[in-house]
């Protein structure tokens, strides 16, 4: 897939933890194990999991907000993970971010007009003020903001009205890209549909690129195009999003759509998951799965299934994914 936008290899990323200065051994937690994943120009790639999966850190690690430990990121071909930022400067232009909570990604002290007119000074400085004026009138517009909005800051609005202006700033200097972090978690059910249909829009309209990080396979199921489902750090399966539904093939996977909620009966029925999650710090040796996977057997204890590909074209890390 030589033609994707954004594309990583083997990227690991681990953070070392606080421990006694004596100690012979630090303790490392492994939030990245070796994610290959290619994004598409115009997909909508979704990736999901529980908390703690490292969903997160692989989107901040991908914009540069997170260097990693081992592995390679490209952009349009481009490594860019051993960038500096002098050199980074003009791809952050065609790569922005959308952060979860719309209640603390923006700055209380400046206005709106001042928040979406710091980027392009930054990454356009070529522009001039009319411009710059311009350009935050044009994206305000294009994300259903009032242009009377420019002077007002953050704490006057709503949590959907914040998430807009959000959307508005990483819309601002015409990016490619664009990395969506639980974007609309945070925000009431209603809103949720509202700031969805925006993204859809916004891409049709500008051609944009997603990767769209959520624990809501509800919205996954309409808004992606490919998911990719993770697990401590490991993609488990990656496949199309009507195939992951239809003919999920990992049993995480497959655990994780039996445990959306499905009123039957009269009454809820919510499957509980079973055992707990792995300690991150120290890692099972085989599948990281197998302590809480109903179909383990010996082998999964003490061999790690690689990610490969199914007749289905599905991508499996299983041993028993047929």
């Not at 609309?184 to 944009?208: F, H, M, P």
């Not at 990992?250 to 959306?260: E, F, K, N, S, V």
Request: charged letters at 25%; hydrophobic letters at 40%.
């Amino acid at each position: 897939m030589t033609d994707a936008i954004v594309e990583t290899k083997g990227i690991e990323v681990r953070f070392p933890l606080p421990t006694h200065f004596l100690a012979r051994e630090k303790p490392v937690l492994h939030a990245l194990n070796g994610v290959d994943i290619a994004i598409q120009p115009g997909e909508s790639f979704c990736v999901v999991g529980e908390s703690g999966c490292g969903k997160t850190t692989l989107g901040r690690t991908i914009m540069g907000l997170q260097s990693p430990t081992a592995g390679e990121i490209y952009f349009n071909g481009q490594r860019i993970d051993q960038m500096d930022e002098a050199a980074r400067k003009p791809i952050r232009r065609d790569m922005q971010m959308v952060f979860q909570n719309p209640y603390a990604s923006l700055n209380p002290r400046r206005n709106v007009f001042e928040t979406l007119a710091e980027p392009i000074r930054h990454l356009m400085p070529e522009k001039t003020g009319p411009e710059v004026r311009a350009q935050v009138e044009e994206v305000l517009a294009a994300t259903g903001c009032d242009p009377s909005w420019q002077r007002k800051l953050p704490h006057e609005f709503s949590g959907g009205q914040r998430q807009r202006i959000a959307i508005a700033r990483a819309l601002v200097t015409n990016p490619a890209f664009i990395v969506a972090d639980e974007p609309i978690s945070a925000l009431d059910v209603s809103i949720q549909a509202q700031i969805l249909n925006l993204l859809d829009d916004l891409q049709a309209e500008r051609g944009l690129t997603y990767l769209f990080i959520t624990h809501d396979l509800s919205v996954v199921e309409h808004f992606g195009t490919r998911v990719a489902v993770m697990y401590l750090g490991r993609v488990m399966e990656l496949a199309e999003t009507g195939t992951l539904f239809s003919a999920p093939k990992h049993p995480y996977t497959r655990l994780l759509l039996d445990a959306i909620p499905k009123i039957e009966g009269g009454s809820f029925d919510n499957p509980r998951e079973p055992g707990e999650l792995p300690d991150p710090v120290n890692m099972p040796p085989g599948c990281p799965f197998a302590p809480r996977c109903p179909m383990a057997e010996a082998r999964c204890r003490t061999e790690r299934p690689e990610l490969r590909t199914l007749d289905n074209g599905t991508q499996a890390a299983c041993h028993f994914a047929e």
